[in-house]
């Protein structure tokens, strides 16, 4: 199900043991419980953004674990969910630093398509059983993705927010890269996040570095070809 591009771009990066593994568990666990992100959706995040074409890595933990919220893209919800916490916080945060209007629904597939890569850390999870898939494998394979852009030459701008994000800094070595941290959007965090215009830097980043810039605005950005 992983797209071709991200298969060759990874296979370096991947213990071929523990990637089987993991492929068994998740694979008992869909058929034996219920999964959020639906299985069609676990690599979205990867299907709507290829390696060479992403730009942008907004790194969460763990997928939404209620019902229709999940959707394979980290922080983000299908249109007519409920728009969590973090998320409101995030287009606050969108709206302070770049002037975008918070908009209505929650899905970020317009950041995605243009390439923005939306990783969860682990990528499902039961569900209401928060981090219930926490240390069962995914964390090595989404450190081999950030691994994997970490060896591309073309600038990627690693957006971190919260103390578990921020610890894969550690992981971003490529001096042709740029890492911008931050505090969670959680509202229960209330210092760190609100103000640390990562949009706005995010695209400074970019143009540095001779890469387009990002439409933050997810109702209005085009398709990237």
């Not at 199900?1 to 492929?23: H, I, K, N």
């Not at 959020?36 to 979205?44: C, G, S, V």
């Not at 999940?70 to 969590?84: D, N, Q, T, W």
Request: glycine share 10%; hydrophobic share 45%.
């Amino acid at each position: 199900m992983l797209p071709a591009g991200w298969r060759a771009e990874l296979a370096g990066f991947l213990d071929e043991r523990a990637t089987a593994a993991l492929s068994e568990f998740v694979t008992a666990e869909y058929a034996t419980h219920t999964i959020y992100p639906p299985i069609e959706d676990l690599f979205a995040a990867y299907r709507l953004c290829a390696p060479e074409q992403t730009r942008v890595l907004i790194l969460g933990q763990d997928p939404y674990h209620g019902p229709g919220q999940a959707h394979g893209l980290s922080f983000s919800v299908r249109e007519g969910v409920r728009i969590p916490p973090s998320l409101r916080n995030v287009f606050k945060e969108l709206a302070a630093d770049v002037g975008v209007a918070p908009p209505a629904a929650g899905d970020l597939t317009g950041w995605a398509r243009q390439g923005v890569l939306l990783l969860n850390a682990v990528l499902t999870v039961r569900a209401a059983a928060a981090a219930s898939h926490a240390g069962k494998g995914w964390e090595a394979f989404t450190d081999a993705t950030i691994r994997a852009l970490n060896a591309r030459d073309d600038r990627v701008v690693f957006l971190l927010w919260g103390g578990y994000a921020r610890k894969k800094a550690a992981l971003i070595t490529n001096p042709a890269h740029v890492v911008i941290e931050a505090g969670h959007p959680s509202p229960l965090n209330r210092v760190g996040f609100l103000g640390s215009r990562p949009f706005s830097a995010a695209n400074k980043a970019l143009a540095d570095g001779g890469r387009d810039v990002i439409d933050w605005d997810p109702r209005t950005a085009p398709v990237a070809g």
